[in-house]
Each structure stands twice: as C-alpha cells, then as structure tokens.
C-alpha cells in the first residue's frame, strides 16, 4: 500500500521564479492538504483540497496556488518565489474532508530553497 | 498569534523512564487533538489523539492526557525508548474548519540509553 509521495524532493529556485510542487496521497484517500514547515517552526496550513476544489485556506497569499486531479493527486503552485519560501513542504492525505478526527498521512516532504 | 505552543523545543530522558512532552492552546473551539512524530528526513505521523469529550486517551507505551480547563495536554511516554528519539508536534482541529490542523512548533526529545 503506497502511502503519500512528492516530489521533487530537492529543489533550488532563485527569487522570482515559479515552482510547481507535486502529491500523490495514500491509496484510498481523496483528500489533500498542503503544509509549509520553517526550520525551528511546525507545519504551517497552506491549503485543503477536496472533489478538485480549494475548501480551506490558511494565511496565505495568492502567490500559493493549487490543484487537484480527478485520481486525487495534486499540485502546489507557487508565482513569485521570496527568500522567505524556503521551507519544507509537506503534503497530508485524509480521507473526507468533513471529519475532524481524521488523522493525516504526510509524505516526506519536498525541500526547496530559494537563493 | 500562535494558538498551539509547546514551550519545551527540546527534552532529554534516560532510557527506561517517562517522558512528558506538554502542549497548550488558546482556542477554545479546538476540539480534537494529535501527537504526531517526526523523524528526520521523513514526514510526520500520527501517534495519538484525544477528542475533547475525553481526558485521557492510551495506546500502549503512549498517554495523552487533556485538561480543557487549563487548555492544556500532554503526552506520557513510558517506558521511554532510544528509538522514541525525535521531533513530537501537537496538533488541534475543530468542527468549523474541518481538515485544517494547527500545528506548535515541537519538541525535540532525545532518549539517552
């Protein structure tokens, strides 16, 4: 049984570019969260995805955008990139978006720096 | 405004006694609380969890105890292993913003045998 993947699990950007981050959730799930995690910090709730739409967002801005594919899979977005969006991203599965004591599975998160 | 603190980064036990990692909060429509685990290079996963209807919840060498009264939780390792020896993050949810979890900032525990 697959859990979470992303990928990549490394990368280098320079100010202003754009990344495009990538989640397959465990087998059986279909709900997707994203997460960015400082160094020092916890995870930080960037957003939800459920039934291919954005159902909960956290303090963040526009330049975060995201997708969900019809097999659940899905993709973060970032425009614009800042010094300040290096962190580890890290993407949650569930399953049903509505349950609050679902527990999340993380995959190992995708490590990005930006110069 | 954090809502979910753990004021301890870092703690350190012997191998075979208890380890007590402690968690507060400020929201109180938080209504569902988790441990979660991580290790290096690898993502966090779950441990424990506690609904708010309860006060303790027990799963083998792990204990969460939640006092909602004070806003405050903690997790009971006993007895604690060398392999226990990682990041724990406590984390909260509640009803009307179901799927997003406020996450604290963790707590490094270090099991020396």
């Known amino acids: 049984d697959a859990g979470v993947t992303q990928s990549p699990t490394h990368l280098i950007k320079t100010r202003g570019q754009q990344v495009t981050l990538r989640c397959s959730p465990k087998s059986g799930h279909d709900t997707v969260s994203w997460y960015q995690q400082a160094l020092g910090q916890g995870p930080q709730f960037i957003f939800q995805?459920?039934?291919?739409?954005?159902?909960q967002r956290g303090n963040f801005p526009d330049r975060f955008s995201g997708h969900q594919f019809p097999n659940y899979s899905s993709e973060l977005n970032v425009n614009a990139l800042l010094l300040g969006d290096s962190a580890l991203y890290l993407c949650a599965s569930s399953f049903k978006v509505l349950a609050t004591n679902e527990k999340l599975f993380f995959g190992s998160g995708t490590q990005l720096s930006v110069l | 405004d954090q809502q979910v603190k753990q004021n301890s980064p870092s703690l350190s036990v012997q191998e075979g006694r208890i380890s007590i990692l402690n968690c507060d909060y400020t929201?109180?429509?938080?209504?569902?609380f988790l441990w979660y685990k991580k290790y290096p290079a690898e993502g966090p996963t779950f441990l424990i969890s506690i609904s708010s209807i309860k006060d303790k919840n027990e799963d083998g060498r792990f204990t969460v105890f939640l006092n909602k009264s004070a806003k405050h939780l903690s997790l009971h390792i006993v007895p604690s292993q060398p392999g226990d020896s990682a990041v724990y993050f406590c984390a909260a949810s509640d009803n009307t913003n179901a799927g997003k979890s406020t996450f604290g900032d963790g707590t490094t525990l270090t099991v020396k045998p």
């Open positions: 929201n109180s429509m938080f209504d569902y």
């Open positions: 995805y459920y039934e291919e739409e954005e159902r």
